[in-house]
């Protein structure tokens, strides 16, 4: 059976909206069976739809929906590219219609898109099924909850004539895995076929990340015209088996290194990787260069799928807030040092309990963990370029606020020369998570009206 | 003997999943892969990284891609979502493990005997 080119269009949500367009043409000078996914949804990523939804039932689902289909959707349509996204994020109807809308406004047929349904569990019914798996579940502090749904409805969708694909939480590799079980007709227990295209959905489903973007370090892992960086397209075989490459006439690198970095990219047991779909196994998969930004993934194999799924629930967690302000010239370090002891006194005045995390940006600052015991531990210097940075979080806003004012009035009540100053907010979300039996939470699909 | 560090034999990347990060150690050439499996233990990593606190470091070996897999327990202030660190998914700390230093002339036999050892 021919291969199916699977190309990605996005791996993140705010990924780069001009980067499907590539992938599309080189899937259609290709030709072949072929599908375009847009993976637009991390774990929090979710919650902040759920979040806007409430604030406004119309929103809810990817804010760049229009900008990242647009330059697309009518030649995947006119060429049959299938599109899978998990755009719709906390409101896939909301999704289609605009979809739908977005192809009337371009003057083209109006497409069959399919809505995947089984992900949200923030209704009433979904609550109490949750709240029996959680110990601590708090209903005032909830915001909503979505169990990861897997590839087969998205299959079946596909089957059923779907043009477009939208989802919510699904798995990410199942966005790729979806359109190869629709077109190679796998049983959902072709274990070694499941898993293998499921690594190819891994290596695909962080856009630029197989292809030479978050690679590159200068004079040791140089990346050709990275500003460029084209989107990765992986070829699946019939046997799961695949080959990744990239759009033609762009940036990037596709080669055994980039591939090996996003194989392992959130993996923790290479034995056990679980989805919904299958357990897949690469500890003996083989990663080997078959050409010029083309790298063949094979060996991957696959255990049964465990006999529940995964569900997220996030809570309100208060506020979280965070200011800064930077020092400059002939003893900058020992003032950015004086700024931070008058933040620690005056905040420690008002509220001894609230832990604080302190960075001196330019001497120490990510590597070290929330206690400052890095910071601690680091000998005053002579940095002469350096960002204070104190952050927070508190259950009530007002205790956030006063954090920043305290680093505001900096300003003019601090060491000398403090300039830059910066302070944010926002409200936290907190996250559990749970598993529940997959008979519990069946996952279907309709067509949008 | 010829110390060198990680940064020169490999490349790496982090990943997050809640309180955990993996971090990737690949090996630029296979033929270095057997004196990283022998001196970058879960023991050193787990020192190297101490100012994080991890409760575990785990070692995970993949010999056919000359490449490792560490997974880091609670190491990230809660997890994205709790960290008050501006890297909130520990992103940075690949380039934290390529610091690790290793003898460059180490003898290959007895690596090979502690790669077959911990990969079953």
């Known amino acids: 059976m021919e291969t199916l080119a699977v190309g990605c269009g996005a791996g993140f949500s705010g990924d780069r909206v001009d980067a499907a367009e590539p992938v599309v043409r080189t899937l259609i000078e290709r030709g072949g069976p072929a599908a375009l996914i847009f993976e637009n949804l991390a774990e929090r990523t979710l919650a902040t739809q759920q979040l806007a939804k409430r604030a406004n039932p119309q929103l809810g689902y990817e804010p760049l929906l229009a900008l990242e289909l647009r330059p697309v959707l009518a030649d995947c349509l006119a060429h049959g590219i299938v599109i899978v996204g998990n755009f719709g994020a906390a409101n896939p109807d909301g999704a289609a219609q605009l979809i739908r809308q977005l192809a009337l406004d371009l003057g083209l047929v109006a497409p069959r898109i399919a809505v995947v349904r089984g992900d949200d569990l923030s209704d009433a019914g979904g609550r109490a099924l949750v709240r029996s798996h959680l110990p601590d579940f708090d209903d005032a502090r909830f915001v909503c909850a979505n169990v990861y749904q897997g590839a087969f409805e998205i299959a079946a969708a596909i089957r059923a004539g779907a043009q477009i694909v939208v989802t919510g939480r699904v798995a990410d590799p199942s966005l790729v895995l979806g359109p190869a079980v629709a077109h190679f007709g796998w049983p959902a227990d072709h274990w070694d076929a499941l898993a293998g295209a499921t690594m190819a959905g891994h290596l695909l489903e962080c856009g630029a990340q197989v292809s030479g973007g978050y690679f590159a370090d200068p004079g040791l892992k140089d990346v050709p015209d990275l500003h460029d960086v084209g989107f990765p397209i992986a070829e699946i075989a019939g046997d799961g088996s695949c080959i990744v490459g990239k759009a033609a006439r762009t940036g990037g690198l596709v080669d055994e290194r980039t591939v090996k970095e996003q194989l392992l990219y959130e993996l923790h047991d290479p034995a056990a990787y679980i989805t919904p779909d299958v357990v897949a196994d690469i500890s003996d998969c083989s990663v080997t260069r078959v050409g010029a930004d083309r790298v063949r993934l094979a060996g991957v194999r696959g255990h049964p799928r465990t006999p529940t799924l995964k569900a997220n629930v996030f809570f309100d967690g208060g506020w979280f807030g965070e200011g800064e302000i930077s020092y400059a010239g002939p003893n900058a370090e020992a003032r950015a040092r004086l700024a931070m002891d008058v933040m620690q006194k005056r905040m420690g005045r008002q509220f001894p309990l609230l832990p604080l995390r302190f960075d001196l940006i330019g001497v120490t600052s990510i590597l070290g963990d929330d206690g400052n015991r890095m910071l601690q531990a680091a000998s005053t210097g002579q940095a002469t370029d350096i960002r204070l940075r104190v952050a927070g979080r508190h259950q009530e806003q007002k205790v956030i606020d006063c954090l920043l004012r305290e680093l505001t009035a900096l300003w003019t009540g601090g060491p000398a020369g403090g300039g830059g100053v910066r302070v944010a907010r926002r409200q936290r979300l907190s996250l559990q998570s749970c598993l529940i039996a997959r008979e519990r939470v069946p996952a279907s699909f309709d067509f949008a009206a | ?120």
């Open chain 2, 1 to 120: 003997m010829q110390e060198k560090t990680l940064y020169q034999l490999a490349h790496a990347r982090t990943g997050d999943k809640g309180n955990k990060v993996n971090i990737s150690l690949i090996a630029y050439r296979a033929e270095d892969y057997p004196q990283l499996v022998e001196q970058v233990t879960e023991a050193r990593v787990r020192t190297h990284f101490a100012h994080r606190k991890p409760t575990q470091v785990t070692r995970y070996l993949l010999p056919k891609l000359a490449a490792m897999n560490f997974v880091l327990d609670d190491v990230l202030d809660g997890g994205v979502n709790d960290s008050l660190n501006l890297d909130m998914h520990g992103k940075a700390l690949s380039f934290h493990l390529l610091t690790l230093t290793v003898s460059a002339a180490a003898p290959v036999a007895s690596a090979a005997g502690a790669a077959s050892r911990e990969a079953a």
